[in-house]
Every structure is written in structure tokens, then in C-alpha cells.
């Protein structure tokens, strides 16, 4: 019996490392689908490909989820080891999909970014109280920008946007949500911003200048954490090497110049930079206070 449970013991410390070594070899990166999802296939690829020359021995695997919560729910499945994580799709994975947080994006200079409420120049809207009544395209309910802060701006002022706003909708991503304002479809949408002097917006970044020319921040919130870079918890505990290497080779892309370019088209990102659970505490408390009436 002792016999036995000795091979099984050596069998199992033999089996262990070459198991997790051959999962190391295969990475199956998620992307966030807060563009045109084609379009972030494409730069995802671009990013896996440089990767893959980067850090020797690893096959990167890329998808772009259908959506943010979908983006959760695979790591939550195992069905991914890294996530390109919204602030708050972030917080719901730390939560119940084992996220552990490595890097975050810098945009224009700093680690966070901003909500807009974005209009029309035409459409006479100059104030907060100037959106009543009128139609709004948020971009997902696990949205950052587009959703979770520019709600909780308007609950700080004492407003209910389930009663404020006439028809609500979803667009899915930021660029068809500031197309859909070019076109007239809505009023208002909320939206990303890299600053507060309206000068960067989604709008500068995903419409043609001719049309980003024709709409303006009404409103701002506060500064939200940067983007992050996510490992799946377990996944990081087997393949801590690989994790550290891929963490590294991506905060590294701006300082070579064929790599420079990747993160800017993927997110219009500049550089990722180390991040840690606690940078999003301030995301927890705004989305209990976007959900007070």
C-alpha cells in the first residue's frame, strides 16, 4: 500500500510540471469589444503576433467577445487566461472570475480617462437640465465610460436617469454610438473622453474630423482608472513564468518602433502601466452610487 501510494506521489509530481507546462504554451487572450469588433480582431492579432515573437515558446490564441459581459464570463469559464478588462467588467471579474489585475492604460499623459455626454452643436443643448426628455445611447451596462460613471454624474445631481431620459439604448460599441448621433438617431451619448477641454474624445478618435467637428462635451464625470490587462487568477498561479513575460513584453510595445503602434490601434492607447486591485476601489463605490435613485 505504501508502495503505491508512493508511485501515485511520483507519478503526480511528474505529471504536474509537464500539465502545466504544455497549458503555458497555448494563451487564449480576450479582447474587449468597445470598437468595431472587427477591427479589434485585427489589432488584437497584430498585438498576439508581436507577443509571440516576444516571449519564445507561446501561442497566442485571440477573440473578441460579443460583448462585456460575455468578455467575464469566459475567464469566469476558463474558456481565456487574459482579458483586455473595462474598469467595471474588471470589478465583476475580480469578483467572481478569479481576475487578478496587471497593467492599465495611460491615455494622454495619465492613468485614467473620463464620461461624456456627448451632443449635436446644432442641437441647442447647453446644460445638464437641457437633456431632459431627450434620447441617449449609453454603450453597454458594463461600461465604464458609457455607462456606470455618467449615470452615477447624473444620481449626484439628483437625478434618475430611468425618469430623465425619453428612450434609452444600448449601441454596443463607442463608435456606433457617436454614429448614431451623427445621423440623428439620438440625442446625446455617453462616451469616452481623454481629457475635460473636449479636444479627445471618441469622437475625435472614431468619427471623421468633418463630423467629430459638429458635436461637443456637455458634461463630464470624474476621472475613471485606466483600462486593465487581466490574467485569470489560476491560470497566473501555473504560468506565473509566461504571465510575467507577456506582462512585461506589452508594457514594453511603446519603446520599439515596430510595436510602438500597437496598443494606439487597438485602443488608442499610449503605454500600459503596473496597476493593482485597490486602483478600482473608486469604480466599486461608483457603481453602488449609479444604481441610488
Known amino acids: 500500500m ?14 504536474g510540471p509537464a500539465l502545466a507546462a504544455e497549458n503555458c504554451r497555448v494563451v487564449r487572450m480576450g479582447f474587449n469589444p468597445a470598437q468595431d469588433s472587427n477591427v479589434v480582431l485585427t489589432n488584437g492579432t497584430a498585438i498576439a503576433k508581436y507577443l509571440e ?8 490564441k485571440t477573440s473578441v467577445a460579443q460583448d462585456y459581459t460575455g468578455l467575464v464570463e469566459a475567464m469566469r469559464s476558463g474558456q481565456l487566461d487574459f482579458a483586455w478588462l473595462s474598469p467595471v467588467s ?90 448614431s ?3 440623428g438617431t439620438v440625442d446625446v451619448v455617453a462616451t469616452f473622453s481623454n481629457n475635460t477641454k473636449g479636444t479627445s474624445g471618441s469622437w475625435t ?18 476621472p475613471i482608472p485606466g483600462d486593465t490587462l487581466s490574467v485569470r487568477g489560476t491560470y497566473q498561479k501555473g504560468c506565473a513564468e509566461v504571465v510575467q513575460k507577456i506582462t512585461n513584453a506589452i508594457a514594453a510595445m511603446p ?20 496597476a493593482k486591485d485597490s486602483d478600482y476601489d473608486v469604480v466599486r463605490d461608483v457603481e453602488k452610487a449609479a444604481q441610488k435613485k
Open 2 to 15: 505504501k508502495k503505491t501510494l508512493a508511485l501515485l506521489a511520483l507519478g503526480a509530481a511528474l505529471a
Open 53 to 60: 515573437k516576444s516571449v519564445r515558446g507561446v501561442e497566442i
Open 90 to 179: 474588471y470589478v465583476d471579474a475580480a469578483k467572481n472570475a478569479d481576475a487578478k489585475v496587471l497593467l492599465k492604460s495611460v491615455r494622454g499623459g495619465g492613468p485614467y480617462y473620463w464620461a461624456a455626454f456627448v451632443v449635436r452643436k446644432d442641437s441647442g443643448i447647453k446644460t445638464v437640465e437641457d437633456l431632459r426628455g431627450k434620447n441617449i445611447a449609453w454603450i453597454d451596462p458594463k461600461s465604464a465610460a458609457g455607462y456606470t460613471f455618467p449615470r452615477a454624474t447624473l444620481v449626484s445631481k439628483g437625478i434618475d436617469p430611468d425618469k430623465f431620459f425619453g428612450k434609452q439604448t444600448f449601441a454596443g460599441d463607442h463608435g456606433a454610438a457617436v454614429l
Open 181 to 183: 448621433l451623427i445621423n
Open 205 to 222: 478618435q472614431l468619427l471623421k474630423p468633418e463630423q467629430a467637428a459638429k458635436v461637443t462635451p456637455v458634461l463630464y464625470s470624474k
Open 255 to 274: 519603446l520599439f518602433p515596430e510595436s510602438k503602434s500597437l496598443l494606439t490601434n487597438l485602443y488608442r492607447i499610449d503605454k500600459m502601466v503596473p
